[in-house]
């Protein structure tokens, strides 16, 4: 038996994993994808893990602002069935910088992995 | 559908760029369920349920204070600032010999009149008279009226006289003293530029000196004395202020 790890708002009970994690996972979605909007990278964050990530849009939106307004992300608004949609993609200047928050929290998660799951 | 989302969002006080975001993320996730196969009524109940007022609100909050937090600290700062400095300015201009007579009262027969001082308007920022020292937490004597201007404003002489005494210190800055007729005696504090030499003779609305902040003094101010055969008088008295 395991749970779900939710990514609430903080104050959750999960706020140990999002502390850190979550900016990560905006990063990493988007290195991939190119530009997401928020609705897509929860579910694809869904998708990828088989539906035991659960980003909600009450954590999303805060880390999406917080990262735009620390100059890692950029974004464009564009016209969708009458509503503006706001998407987001990693500022050119600062791809090297989302790089290394991608491969540091790589390098966590094997060494967290070797921790509780150590070979032989 | 988008009517009902737009105003769930405006009841909860989400406005701006973070309600386009909202509703578009509510809207997408109504119209996934709906090309699921789910029925139009039950893909609404359910993106309906899957509203967390809670989470929305502290999500509002949240992205509010990440847009509004350098103009929060530059505010505090300049409160903070603004706060220690009229503290300082305050404590510098305290005159610290109480040994002197202070002479309140308004002489009737004191026919002077001053003329102008300094240009426009006075600002009076700190005023003659015995007052506790916030720092020290002991009465010292003002012993002239502090008057708010900007470094470099022309200070006159209000009456005719001859330059008493002209110099510098650490305290008083670049000062001036000036004796008048019928005992008067005036003194101008932390002046940027003095125009004028010992025993000169001055007449009235004649410019002697410049307004500065040297000695004593954070901000640029001038601390103006008037005293009658050595005794201080109150230059609101004197002055229209």
Redesign the interface.
């Given at each position: 038996m395991h749970n779900k790890i939710r990514y609430t708002c903080p104050m959750n009970d999960h706020k140990e994993f999002l502390s850190g994690t979550l900016s990560g996972i905006i990063l990493g979605l988007l290195s991939q994808n190119g530009r997401m909007y928020g609705y897509e990278i929860c579910q694809q964050a869904k998708s990828l893990s088989a539906n035991e990530i659960e980003i909600t849009e009450g954590a999303l939106y805060p880390a999406l602002h917080r990262l735009e307004k620390k100059g890692l992300l950029t974004s464009t608004k564009e016209k969708v069935n009458g509503r503006t949609r706001k998407y987001y993609s990693i500022k050119q200047e600062s791809a090297q910088l989302a790089r290394d928050k991608i491969n540091a929290l790589i390098s966590f998660s094997q060494q967290l992995n070797n921790i509780l799951q150590p070979k032989g | 559908m988008?009517d009902k989302i737009l105003a769930i969002l405006i009841k909860h006080k989400v406005k701006g760029?973070?309600q386009?975001?909202?509703?578009?993320?509510y809207?997408?996730?109504y119209?996934?369920l709906l090309s699921n196969g789910i029925s139009k009524k039950a893909a609404a109940q359910k993106t309906f349920s899957e509203i967390?007022i809670k989470?929305?609100k502290?999500?509002n909050k949240?992205?509010f204070f990440?847009?509004q937090k350098r103009k929060i600290q530059i505010a505090m700062l300049a409160i903070s600032l603004f706060t220690l400095l009229s503290i300082l300015q305050f404590t510098t201009s305290v005159e610290s010999n109480p040994e002197v007579i202070v002479d309140h009262e308004i002489m009737q027969s004191d026919s002077i009149q001053l003329g102008k001082l300094l240009d426009g308007p006075i600002h009076v920022s700190s005023h003659f008279g015995l007052r506790k020292h916030p720092l020290m937490q002991k009465e010292l004597l003002h012993k002239g009226i502090d008057l708010k201007a900007n470094i470099g404003d022309a200070v006159y002489s209000p009456l005719d006289g001859i330059v008493e005494k002209v110099g510098y210190d650490q305290k008083r800055g670049n000062y001036i003293e000036l004796s008048h007729a019928e005992g008067y005696t005036t003194r101008y504090y932390h002046l940027s530029k003095v125009s004028l030499g010992k025993n000169q003779a001055i007449t009235k609305g004649k410019k002697i000196g410049e307004v500065g902040s040297s000695g004593m003094a954070l901000s640029p101010h001038l601390h103006f004395e008037i005293s009658k055969k050595e005794t201080l008088k109150d230059p609101r008295d004197y002055l229209r202020v």
């Open positions: - | 988008k760029e973070i386009d975001e909202f509703l578009d993320h809207l997408t996730r119209e996934h967390n989470q929305l502290r999500a949240a992205i990440i847009h």
